[in-house]
Structure formats: C-alpha cells, structure tokens
C-alpha cells in the first residue's frame, strides 16, 4: 500500500492520480516546504531492468535541467529500496487527451494557442540536446487557466531504448509515432515535429489521421498512408492552418520544418494571418538523390520508442560479409520476438526475408473493390514486392477498410518488385461526428461549432432557472453521441427562469400600430410581420391565435391583409412585312408560307401563319402583332427555307 508512505523522509504520498504504461502517478506533500508535488513511481517491472533504470535517471537528470512554463519542472530523481521515482511539479488540469475527447473538436485558434506552447516546449528541449520521442495528447497537461505543460521528458527516452518488454504501452503512443520510430529507424528532433504535428491534428478533426486493427497496421500507414487534408473535412480550417499540419507529418524528416523554432514562427504568424497562404514547403527535388523512406534501412535493433521495430523488414537482399549478416539476422529476430509478444499482429516471418520471386516477372493486377486494404497490402508486399498507397475516403456504400478502388485498374499488368505503385482507396465507412459538450456555451457559439463539424443546428428554447439566458442547456443527440456528418442537432438555448403565461389577445381587424400597443402593454413582443408590404391598417390573421397561451415576452406574429395588385398591361408591337420570291429558287403555282416567332425566354418557337399562298401574290405584305419583348425573332420560309428573318429589340 503506497498511500500515506513517506519516501526518503521527504516526499509523504496521499492519492493515486494517474498510471501509465511504465509508472503509477502520486499526489505527494513536499515535507521540507509543505508544497504539493506529483511523484511517478516505476512499475516492479522495470525497476529490475538495470540498464532501463540507468538510463531512466540519467534522462531524468538532464531534463531537470529544463526551465520553461510550458515543460512540467522535474524537482529530484531518487531512490529507496526498490522503489525508482522521479518528483514533479504538481498540476492542477487534465491531459490534452481529455481535454479534446470532451470538446470532440477544438476551433483552429484554440488548437493554433496551444500548439505554440508545446512547440515552444519543444525548443527549449531541443535547445539543450533532449528530444522527447513521445509527444503525444496523453503526455500533455492542460490546466483551466489554458496552459499547456508537456510532461515525460526522461521517461520517454529512457524507454525507447531500454527493453521491448514494455510492447503493451505502445498502444496509445502508435498513432503519434513518427515514421522512422515505425520502423525502429534513427530519430532526432524532427520526430518530435511529426508527433506534434499529429496531434495537432486531432485537435482540429477530432480524431488522428490514421487508424486500424492492430499496432502493426497503424505503423503501417505511418510508412505508406496519405491522411486526408484536414482543410477537406472542414472548411473552417485555413489553407495556412492545414498547411503546417501537414508539413509537419511529412513522410521524410527532411520534407518536414528544420526545427521547432521555424514550425512556432508559423504557428505564431497564422494566429495573426489566417487568410494569408504563407507557408514554405521543401519540394522532394530539391534535396537531390532521393531515397525511398520505405527501403531506408534501420540503424539497428533499438526498439525506436516501444512498438517501432514491428515494421522494421528486410527483403532478404545478400549480405556480402558476415558481420552484416549476423547483424541483419539479430534484428529479425528481435521484430520477431516483439510480433509473438503481441499476439501475431499479422507480419510473418515470409514477409520480413522476401519471397525470393524473380522481380523481373510481371503479374496481373486482380480486381480488389470490396476487398480488405490489410489483406490485398499483404498479398502485394508479400507475393509480389509491389508498395500500396492508401487513400481513405469516407463512403457509406463500403465498410471501413474496404477498397473503393484501385489504380492501375484491374486487369493491367505490373514488374514485381519494380516502381509502379498500386494505389488503393479506401474507405473510412460512413462519416459520422461526435456531439462536442456545448452546455453552458453561448449558443451563437454551439451553432458555429456545429456548423464548422458539418451538422446542421436547430435551436429550440427552453426555461432554465440554472442556465443563464442565451447560454445552452443541452443538445440532442446528448453530447459525445456520433451521428451522420450533415445530421441536425438540437440545441436548446436557455430563457432563464420560467415566466408567466399570457392569454393572447384577438388582434384581427385592429392596425399595425394598436396591436403592436396591445401587446406590449401585455409584455408580449411583435414577431414577424407578413408580408412586409401588405396593408398596415387592417390585420388579417396572428399567431399564436387569439386566446391561446403564451408566455411572458414571447413573439406574436402579425399577418396583414394584401393590397391589391395592378395588373400589367402588355404591349402589342406590330410589324409589316414585305415577303418576296427567292431568285434562286423555282416554287410550284402554290406556295407553302410559314411565319413563326420565338420568345426570348423560351427555346421553341411558335407558329404564327402557315398556310398556301398562290405565286403569282408575290411580293406578299402582312403583318404580325406580338408582346414586345427584346430579343424576339420573328421568321419568315417559303416551302421550308428561310427567306426572312428580324430580331427585335
């Protein structure tokens, strides 16, 4: 039992606050000054692991240096019996985690504001050499004052390169991991620019851009997947807003921003210029040779930060030394090792040495619509050598994971192992929202925040003694309900504490004016007044209706008698035409005569005359009469050929 345990004669423990993958979390007083700490005791697991242990103090130690307002301050590292903990500066708040899975969305500003202290967090760290490996919304404390403090310095590193005994707390870091920590590559600061550019994400969308079955499918998107833009899920987002966010989750580290210092100086800039399209990208080009991310090999078997190693392959290419090869062959089998730990997260050991198929064969693409992504990716990588890029789409017509379609298309032929990409597109199911918490928000601003998710508010009133007037009593669907992208939702504002009810009275016959007196002698208010040209001395109808209930300073809407309308009187324009014989053309004794006329505002013309007219008639005058209207054509055929045509304006 470790409540009320003093340890060291310093530190006495009162609640349990937290736990995590690799340490439980105390709510401590600092006995020597009566202060409140956080103190985050090792698991039994780890304290046994010397070199995790070493590591993990040495780490500590260097991150104590820190002194920033946005990195939670580690006050001492220590030690009694078997007990390995470190003492914290104690936070009132929640994780960001939290933070955004109660809002479901946070507006881009919000999300803008606090990726400046986490990136500005991040500079302080880099500055002194310290990269963090694990910045993720979990290791981030927010507090109601709205500062974020980024926690974990020492664990994190400390971590990554320990022991792969701690594969089960990978679970929540996945879906942050940078590139090169999913394939248990080197890392460096960059790493963390990606992680934060993820979690940036999250914030603006609600939800992270890559997600799947297993650990292993998720670190596979982090190699192979494109996101969606968040700009294309919501509009509301600037093009400069979406733009840092994805330059900071580039593939290659080298794509990315070249520190935290640049990525702030953008973040600072789009509080101030959101319409403005100011950010830099690094196009491939220009970097010279260019080396694919996915054959880039490892530097080793470290475990890149608990989890990185599962994509780790090797494509069983020869080693010319035996060195390298008994290298290669101990990274095998620690990914190996790691796979059964997890439970056969569906990498076999075919998959990590090649299939030995020659790469110079072609092979025909199959039909993979309705097909799982997972599997058809498996059998190219593994059959065939061939690299997929996803593209995810919501579409309600397919399940989540299931191909909507591919590229090349069935039927075409494609090398093994040679540079043509298949791309898949696939889908995400249908695009539902989760109902962020709006009670006690000003309802203005519950219908933007509706809005900018795609929904569509309804608002509703309601009396409520505890809920200011204006401010949001509820929504339905509840909060954190999911519902169809472009539901409605109810909001329902409050009016304040319940008023009176009023008979309301009969106003039909009175004017504008004494009905608008009536009612606010009643404390009603006038609602619409329809139509807003209609006769203001005699109303015709209201509603509600006469002698119906209505509560205190509630709308009556008025309905006035409509003026009669003046009825246009259209002008006839006349015309006299003079119809002659074509020269060139030879016509029987009788003559067919067709006169039609069309209207500018239709597409069909109509007859006017047609009838038999003797040759000998000719040149022929006659009139016609038609509305006047410009742009009017009126045509003139002798047995079927245009011999007169006039255009009236």
Not at 374 to 403: C, P, S, W
Request: contains cysteine.
């Amino acid at each position: 039992m470790m409540i009320d345990r003093i340890l060291n004669g310093k530190y006495k423990l009162i609640a349990k606050i937290g736990e995590g993958g690799m340490a439980n979390v105390y709510k401590a007083i600092s006995i020597p000054d009566g202060m409140y700490v956080a103190v985050k005791i090792l698991k039994p697991e780890y304290s046994n692991d010397n070199e995790f242990i070493r590591r993990f103090k040495a780490e500590a130690k260097a991150a104590a240096s820190l002194d920033h307002p946005n990195i939670v301050a580690i006050r001492d590292v220590g030690m009694e019996e078997d007990i390995h903990y470190i003492v914290m500066e104690y936070v009132e708040g929640i994780t960001l985690k939290e933070y955004i899975s109660r809002k479901g969305i946070l507006l881009w500003s919000e999300a803008a504001e606090i990726a400046i202290q986490i990136c500005s967090a991040l500079q302080e760290a880099h500055d002194h050499g310290i990269v963090h490996r694990d910045i993720k919304p979990h290791n981030i404390l927010y507090t109601e004052e709205k500062t974020a403090k980024v926690t974990d310095f020492g664990i994190a590193r400390a971590a990554s390169v320990a022991t792969i005994t701690m594969a089960g707390s990978t679970i929540g870091s996945v879906h942050y991991f940078s590139p090169e920590q999913a394939r248990g590559g080197f890392t460096d600061e960059k790493s963390d620019i990606y992680s934060l550019g993820i979690t940036l994400y999250e914030m603006v969308t609600g939800r992270v851009p890559f997600e799947g079955e297993n650990l292993v499918s998720v670190a596979l998107k982090h190699l192979q997947a494109e996101p969606m833009e968040p700009s294309k899920m919501f509009d509301s987002i600037p093009a400069s807003m979406n733009d840092i966010i994805m330059k900071a989750i580039k593939k290659d580290p080298r794509l990315r921003y070249s520190s935290a210092g640049e990525m702030l100086s953008d973040l600072r800039r789009v509080i101030v210029e959101p319409r403005i399209s100011f950010v830099k990208f690094i196009k491939p080009q220009d970097l010279g040779d260019t080396v694919r991310l996915d054959n880039i090999p490892a530097e080793g078997p470290q475990t890149g930060n608990g989890g990185a190693e599962l994509l780790a392959k090797s494509k069983g290419n020869k080693r010319k030394n035996k060195k390298m090869k008994d290298s290669t062959m101990i990274w095998i089998i620690a990914v190996v090792c790691i796979l059964i730990m997890l439970g056969g997260a569906g990498i076999t050991l075919a998959t990590i040495l090649g299939t030995g198929k020659d790469r110079g064969e072609s092979f025909t693409l199959s039909n993979y619509v309705g097909m799982s992504y997972q599997e058809v990716m498996d059998e190219l990588d593994e059959k065939y050598q061939v690299t997929a890029k996803v593209i995810y789409k919501f579409d309600e017509r397919y399940e989540d994971g299931k191909i909507i379609a591919q590229n090349p298309a069935a039927g075409k032929k494609i090398r093994m192992g040679g540079f043509t990409e298949v791309e898949l597109t696939v889908s995400q199911g249908e695009q539902r929202v989760k109902i962020p918490q709006l009670s006690f928000a000003d309802y203005r601003d519950g219908e933007a925040r509706l809005t900018e998710l795609g929904l569509v508010p309804v608002i509703y009133d309601e009396f409520n003694a505890t809920v200011s007037p204006n401010m949001v009593t509820r929504t339905y669907p509840a909060a954190n309900k999911s519902v169809k992208a472009g539901a409605q939702v109810i909001l329902y504002r409050s009016r304040g504490a319940e008023s009176r009810s009023i008979r309301v009275p009969n106003l039909i016959g009175k004017t504008l004016d004494e009905a608008k007196r009536e009612l606010e002698k009643l404390k009603l208010k006038t609602g619409d007044i329809l139509p807003s040209d209609g006769d203001k001395q005699y109303i015709e109808d209201q509603f509600p209706a006469a002698g119906e209930e209505a509560w205190e300073n509630s709308k009556v809407n008025l309905y006035l008698k409509k003026l009669p309308q003046a009825t246009p009187v259209p002008q006839i324009r006349t015309d006299s035409l003079v119809i002659e014989l074509d020269e060139d053309e030879k016509y029987d004794e009788n003559v067919d005569l067709k006169i039609t006329i069309l209207f500018p505002e239709v597409s069909v013309p109509l007859i006017y005359k047609e009838e038999t007219v003797a040759r000998s008639k000719f040149p022929l005058t006659t009139e016609v009469n038609f509305t006047n209207r410009a742009g009017t054509v009126v045509t003139v055929e002798l047995d079927g050929k245009k011999v007169l045509q006039r255009v009236y304006n």
